[in-house]
Structures are given as structure tokens and as C-alpha cells.
């Protein structure tokens, strides 16, 4: 099992900048993918962006390229998502997943994910 929490989320103004962090515990030995999906209010979870276990590949979804970026922390077991230029449509509920991976591979299905996040709220004012 791999537990994994996230923190960092709030209320920030369009233009601005959050920073959320997740963190692995638990059977995390194994090398793997992180990713970060979000869910806004009547909308299906989609996907933001994602990181192989050496942090050399990396994965982003259109919406948010140029704007957000991913990074992760081995030793910490901490993934984290940069956040800047923050739009209203950025509003969401934004959830870290894991997947165990022995080689990295695009894939933005969240159902590949094993071990998800409770979720942390990301509100953008215009």
C-alpha cells in the first residue's frame, strides 16, 4: 500500500502562484510515475501533468504547458506541482496518484494510477 498526501492548495488571485506538494508513504520502494490530476465542480477528473521516477521525463497536459511544472524529490518521496500564471479556470480540486512503473510511458488514463490522493482544493479568483 502507498499512502499519499497533498498539501499546498488555497485561494489565490488570477496571475498568481501556488505551489502543492503530495507525499508518498508506505510500500514506495518500488520505482514508479507520479501524476496530478484535477477535478473542477461537474466536471470529469482530467489530467495535469506527470513525472517518470528519475524526474527526466515529464508529462503536461495542454492546458497548463508553459504555466505549471512538475518535479519530484526521491529522497523525500515528494512530488510537487509549480503553479503560476493561475487562471479561474484552474479551479479544481487537484489529486496526486502513484503508479508503479519500470520504465516511463505517456499515459494520461487516471485509471493506470494505483494509489490516489484525498485531494487538495485550488480556487482561483478573477
Known amino acids: 500500500q502507498v499512502q499519499l498526501v497533498e498539501s499546498g492548495g488555497g485561494l489565490v488571485q488570477a496571475g498568481g502562484s501556488l505551489r502543492l506538494s503530495c507525499a508518498a508513504s508506505g510500500r514506495t520502494g518500488s520505482t514508479s510515475i507520479m501524476g496530478w490530476f484535477r477535478q473542477a465542480p461537474g466536471k470529469e477528473r482530467e489530467f495535469v501533468s506527470a513525472i517518470s521516477w528519475s524526474g527526466r521525463s515529464t508529462d503536461y497536459a495542454d492546458s497548463v504547458k508553459g504555466r505549471f511544472t512538475i518535479s519530484r524529490d526521491n529522497a523525500k518521496n515528494t512530488v510537487y506541482l509549480q503553479m503560476n500564471s493561475l487562471k479561474p479556470e484552474d479551479t479544481a480540486v487537484y489529486y496526486c496518484?502513484?503508479?508503479?512503473?519500470?520504465?516511463?510511458?505517456?499515459?494520461?488514463?487516471?485509471?493506470?494510477?494505483?494509489?490516489w490522493g484525498q485531494g487538495t482544493q485550488v480556487t482561483v479568483s478573477s
Open positions: 496518484a502513484y503508479r508503479f512503473a519500470s520504465r516511463w510511458y505517456v499515459d494520461r488514463n487516471s485509471a493506470t494510477y494505483d494509489y
